[in-house]
Nanobody
Framework: QVQLVESGGGLVQAGGSLGLSCAAS????????MGWFRRAPGKEREFVAT????????YYEDSVKGRFTISRDNAKNTVYLQMNSLKPEDTAVYYC?????????????????????WGQGTQVTVSS
């Protein structure tokens, strides 16, 4: 079955950096765009970043632009999220997700409801 397993969460001070990884198995990785979402305490889950199958095209939520970088290694079936200049408001459970794109035009998405598979999440806590 499909599994997405996140790792790399933890506690970091404001201004610090943290890198998340998500290893995918049970799917044809190149058929999927990958995304990162997060759920902060008391809030709805929100989009963070997405990368298309090639790794060449990315899209970010405004508040993380310039601070976070999403990338993927198709040889390792893994997607990454490098988070720099972290802020307390980045504190959340971070989820990776896989989106099976069916169009050659729309090959990634920021819409949660378009994603097919989800990881269990990893906690990121940024202290002030």
């Amino acid at each position: 079955q499909v599994q997405l397993v996140e790792s790399g969460g933890g506690l970091v001070q404001a201004g610090g950096s943290l890198g998340l990884s998500c290893a995918a198995s049970g799917l044809t990785f190149l058929d999927y765009a990958m995304g990162w979402f997060r759920r902060a305490p008391g809030k709805e889950r929100e989009f963070v970043a997405t990368v298309d199958w090639s790794g060449k095209n990315t899209y970010y939520e405004d508040s993380v632009k310039g601070r976070f970088t999403i990338s993927r290694d198709n040889a390792k079936n893994t997607v990454y999220l490098q988070m720099n200049s972290l802020k307390p408001e980045d504190t959340a459970v971070y989820y990776c997700a896989a989106y099976r794109f069916t169009s050659s035009i729309v090959t990634m998405s920021s819409r949660e409801d378009e994603y097919d598979y989800w990881g269990q999440g990893t906690q990121v806590t940024v202290s002030s």
